[in-house]
């Protein structure tokens, strides 16, 4: 299809589907549910795109995707909600956002978060839905060249960077929580072999730890202590500053949204990868690139605009290979795919053929589902600040309460309730320890992916690492672990570097002063 063919298709879906007051009141009200699906802890993006997608069974093709794209796109943006305002993400792929959100909203600033967070988040999805529509089999034939070695890889690369860029004290104290997340995802059924591991014969831990009780655990649990403690609110602000975009602001920061957009596109386009990992990577990457990194973490707006862009970014990218080749980019993108199934639609290298218009149809309604989010995001924010003014003595069973049925709620599972309250006591001496809880949870999460890839890397190579050195995806992302490692340890050997100047990173050095 040439460049004008794809214009008029694109034209005329728009007008189609703005003419209809039906799909418009669909398209708002999906992208409001998804934002609350994502603000409250427990409910996520993939659960919302599952229950949404059996209602949509008497609806046509281009109704149900503005349904369920608006619950997606509206659900990754709204955990940046309670990761802002006190300092709980709604979703895993919110974490990083709570860095430098919540000490921003500290400082009387809540409101310009939310609406940095709420413009970042647009300008994100756009730069995504662009590269879909542009690069789609380049970025889907990148992303086959990833098999077991480098699946490995880029989950411990996660586990990592998170440890890195999270540590206040030492960045050991890190990388030691990050592995214990890594430790405790193995728990449970071996994914390969079936064989228990660390179950002590409890059937309750036979299916591993579920990822919400534990994420609501580790961040929910030690503020509410916290604030029970010191006898305070969760959001300790008096004032909430307007909320506006700062147009001035991300116009400075233009080089972040641009790069932190590629890094999550690029990893959302990794099948099985997501959301969850590229705010951190995007965040990572800025903190590392910046003139001013002893600033994040502290009300940093950069680090706020990194994690926003990469994790939006990454709703395009996961969509590349789902509809180019039908592997879904991410848990939601999964949901899509037996509701496109469902409807008669089976992604992959013929939706091109059998249905010509479909990739471009689906470009106009993620740009439609794009602003009906930021509307909604404007608009709810404008409300949801006025959380910070409730008296501890209510508020505070409010969010233990939500804690509760967010955990509750996944399988109705008692023994979930029991870890999450064991996880959040344990995250709470660990804060005291200064041991930062985000490694921890994204160990937890990245955990099975590591786990499963590098022992069936270990089986096709039967037993031999060599493949880690000879694969260049895989040499890379070993380059840059041990780099990381080098350059962060108080000591590390003169070799740096030659090692930098062999990766190619030495302007990123010069830049930094080092």
């Given at each position: 299809?040439?460049?004008?063919?794809?214009?008029?298709?694109?034209?005329?879906?728009?007008?189609?589907?703005?003419?209809?007051?039906?799909?418009?009141?669909?398209?708002?009200?999906?992208?409001?549910?998804?934002?609350?699906?994502?603000?409250?802890?427990?409910?996520?993006?993939?659960?919302?795109?599952?229950?949404?997608?059996?209602?949509?069974?008497?609806?046509?093709?281009?109704?149900?995707?503005?349904?369920?794209?608006?619950?997606?796109?509206?659900?990754?943006?709204?955990?940046?909600?309670p990761s802002i305002l006190i300092n709980i993400p709604g979703t895993a792929a919110a974490?990083?956002?709570?860095?430098?959100?919540?000490?921003?909203?500290?400082?009387?600033?809540?409101?310009?978060?939310?609406?940095?967070?709420?413009?970042?988040?647009?300008?994100?999805?756009?730069?995504?839905?662009?590269?879909?529509?542009?690069?789609?089999?380049?970025?889907?034939?990148?992303?086959?060249?990833?098999?077991?070695?480098?699946?490995?890889?880029?989950?411990?690369?996660?586990?990592?960077?998170?440890?890195?860029?999270?540590?206040?004290?030492?960045?050991?104290?890190?990388?030691i929580a990050g592995l214990i997340g890594l430790a405790v995802s193995t728990i449970g059924?071996?994914?390969?072999?079936?064989?228990?591991?660390?179950?002590?014969?409890?059937?309750?831990?036979?299916?591993?730890?579920?990822?919400?009780?534990?994420?609501?655990?580790?961040?929910?649990?030690?503020?509410?202590?916290?604030?029970?403690?010191?006898?305070?609110?969760?959001?300790?602000?008096?004032?909430?500053?307007?909320?506006?975009?700062?147009?001035?602001?991300?116009?400075?920061?233009?080089?972040?949204?641009?790069?932190?957009?590629?890094?999550?596109?690029?990893?959302?386009?990794?099948?099985?990868?997501g959301e969850d990992i590229a705010g951190w990577v995007s965040y990572g990457t800025t903190?590392?690139?910046?003139?001013?990194?002893?600033?994040?973490?502290?009300?940093?707006?950069?680090?706020?605009?990194?994690?926003?862009?990469?994790?939006?970014?990454?709703?395009?990218?996961?969509?590349?290979?789902?509809?180019?080749?039908?592997?879904?980019?991410?848990?939601?993108?999964?949901?899509?795919?037996?509701?496109?199934?469902?409807?008669?639609?089976?992604?992959?290298?013929?939706?091109?053929?059998?249905?010509?218009?479909?990739?471009?149809?689906?470009?106009?309604?993620?740009?439609?589902?794009?602003?009906?989010?930021?509307?909604?995001?404007?608009?709810?924010?404008?409300?949801?600040?006025?959380?910070?003014?409730?008296?501890?003595?209510?508020?505070?069973?409010?969010?233990?309460?939500?804690?509760?049925?967010?955990?509750?709620?996944?399988?109705?599972?008692?023994?979930?309730?029991?870890?999450?309250?064991?996880?959040?006591?344990?995250?709470?001496?660990?804060?005291?320890?200064?041991?930062?809880?985000?490694?921890?949870?994204?160990?937890?999460?990245?955990?099975?992916?590591?786990?499963?890839?590098?022992?069936?890397?270990?089986?096709?190579?039967?037993?031999?690492?060599?493949?880690?050195?000879?694969?260049?995806?895989?040499?890379?992302?070993?380059?840059?672990?041990?780099?990381?490692?080098?350059?962060?340890?108080?000591?590390?050997?003169?070799?740096?570097?030659?090692?930098?100047?062999?990766?190619?990173?030495?302007?990123?050095?010069?830049?930094?002063?080092?």
């Amino acid at each position: 299809m040439d460049i004008l063919a794809s214009f008029s298709v694109f034209g005329s879906t728009l007008l189609t589907l703005l003419s209809s007051p039906t799909n418009l009141i669909i398209l708002l009200g999906a992208s409001f549910a998804g934002i609350i699906f994502g603000a409250l802890p427990g409910l996520t993006a993939t659960l919302g795109v599952a229950l949404l997608t059996t209602l949509t069974y008497g609806m046509d093709v281009n109704t149900a995707l503005i349904a369920l794209l608006g619950l997606y796109v509206g659900a990754i943006y709204g955990g940046s909600y309670p990761s802002i305002l006190i300092n709980i993400p709604g979703t895993a792929a919110a974490a990083a956002t709570a860095l430098d959100g919540y000490p921003l909203a500290c400082k009387g600033e809540g409101g310009r978060a939310l609406g940095l967070t709420t413009t970042a988040s647009l300008i994100g999805t756009l730069l995504g839905i662009l590269v879909l529509v542009i690069a789609s089999p380049t970025v889907a034939r990148m992303a086959l060249e990833f098999t077991s070695f480098e699946f490995f890889l880029l989950a411990l690369f996660g586990i990592l960077i998170s440890g890195t860029i999270t540590s206040s004290d030492l960045v050991v104290k890190g990388w030691i929580a990050g592995l214990i997340g890594l430790a405790v995802s193995t728990i449970g059924r071996d994914p390969l072999q079936f064989f228990p591991r660390f179950t002590f014969d409890m059937p309750d831990l036979d299916q591993g730890l579920e990822v919400v009780p534990v994420l609501i655990g580790a961040f929910g649990i030690p503020q509410v202590i916290k604030a029970l403690r010191n006898k305070e609110s969760l959001g300790a602000m008096q004032q909430f500053g307007r909320i506006l975009p700062e147009w001035r602001t991300l116009f400075k920061n233009r080089n972040n949204i641009a790069r932190s957009s590629m890094i999550g596109i690029g990893i959302g386009s990794v099948p099985g990868i997501g959301e969850d990992i590229a705010g951190w990577v995007s965040y990572g990457t800025t903190k590392n690139t910046s003139k001013h990194p002893e600033t994040f973490g502290t009300g940093e707006p950069e680090g706020i605009i990194a994690s926003e862009t990469a994790n939006n970014a990454s709703i395009g990218g996961a969509l590349i290979p789902l509809l180019t080749l039908g592997i879904p980019g991410s848990p939601p993108a999964a949901m899509l795919l037996g509701a496109l199934m469902l409807h008669g639609i089976t992604p992959g290298p013929m939706v091109v053929v059998e249905t010509p218009d479909f990739l471009i149809e689906v470009t106009a309604i993620l740009v439609l589902c794009s602003f009906a989010m930021w509307i909604n995001g404007m608009f709810l924010a404008k409300q949801v600040v006025k959380v910070l003014r409730i008296p501890a003595a209510i508020f505070l069973p409010v969010v233990t309460l939500m804690c509760i049925l967010g955990s509750y709620a996944l399988g109705l599972n008692i023994f979930n309730l029991y870890m999450m309250m064991l996880v959040g006591i344990v995250a709470y001496f660990l804060n005291e320890m200064k041991y930062p809880i985000s490694p921890l949870v994204i160990g937890v999460i990245l955990g099975p992916m590591a786990d499963e890839n590098l022992r069936r890397a270990l089986m096709v190579s039967e037993g031999s690492f060599m493949p880690f050195i000879e694969r260049p995806v895989s040499i890379f992302l070993l380059s840059v672990i041990i780099l990381i490692m080098m350059t962060k340890l108080p000591k590390y050997p003169k070799y740096k570097a030659a090692l930098v100047k062999l990766l190619g990173l030495n302007r990123l050095f010069k830049a930094k002063g080092e």
